[in-house]
């Protein structure tokens, strides 16, 4: 994701403020610390997040739902040049409300990277696993809907599931300048 987020960039410089939902471990964080002047980190889960706090990379980690956590960052105005959700959709059907959320808090230019499980015969289902896979042509209608342009978009090995990796995609979209 931090590679993708690169390649797109012509500005190598430091994104002020960015926002790793769903953050887990904090994985995505780690790789992308050094990239970053503020980082904070949202996941519903204690266990992950205490994880991800102890290893000392994020400003500020909040224990909450993603959808929560956008309307409070909207509410009290603060805005991220940078939103990251590296398998958070998974969990998540209809992405419209958190699309709506992140449109919300990207400061003009801003990028936001995710990535999904992929499927190619509806616009988001859930699989036998009880993970959600989402369309390309419905990640790129959402993405229009809120004003948002498609930068990278590029087929990856999301997961190893037993023997097999899962077939998923990496988005990195941006915000008008
Ligand atoms: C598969 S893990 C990925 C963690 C991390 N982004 C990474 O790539 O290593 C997905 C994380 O999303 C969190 N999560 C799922 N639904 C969420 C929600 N609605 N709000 C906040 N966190 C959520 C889970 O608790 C879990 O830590």
């Known amino acids: 994701m931090r590679r993708a987020v690169d390649r797109w960039r012509d500005d ?3 994104f002020s403020r960015a ?3 769903g953050c887990g471990t904090g994985l995505v964080g780690e790789a992308f610390r050094a990239h970053v ?3 904070h980190g949202i996941d519903l889960s204690a266990k992950m997040l205490d994880r991800a706090r102890r290893k000392g990379i ?3 980690v909040h224990l909450e739902d993603v959808h929560d956590c956008l309307n ?3 509410a009290e105005g603060t805005a991220f040049d940078l939103v990251v959700a590296a398998e958070l959709f998974i969990y998540i059907g209809n992405l419209e409300p958190i699309f709506t959320g992140i449109a919300t808090v990207l400061t003009p230019g801003a990028l936001f990277a995710f990535s999904v499980e992929g499927c190619a015969d509806s616009p988001f289902k859930l699989l036998r696993t009880g993970r959600y ?3 390309e042509g419905y990640v790129r209608a959402l993405a229009s809907r809120h004003g948002l342009s498609v930068d ?3 087929e990856i090995e999301i997961r190893q599931q037993a023997d097999e990796f899962a077939a998923g ?5 941006s915000a008008a300048p």
């Open 133 to 135: 896979a989402h369309g």
């Open 72 to 74: 409070r960052y909207a």
């Open 12 to 14: 190598k410089g430091l």
């Open 37 to 39: 002047g503020e980082l």
């Open 152 to 154: 990278v978009s590029d």
């Open 19 to 21: 926002l790793d939902l």
């Open 58 to 60: 994020y400003d500020a």
């Open 169 to 173: 995609r990496l988005y990195v979209l």
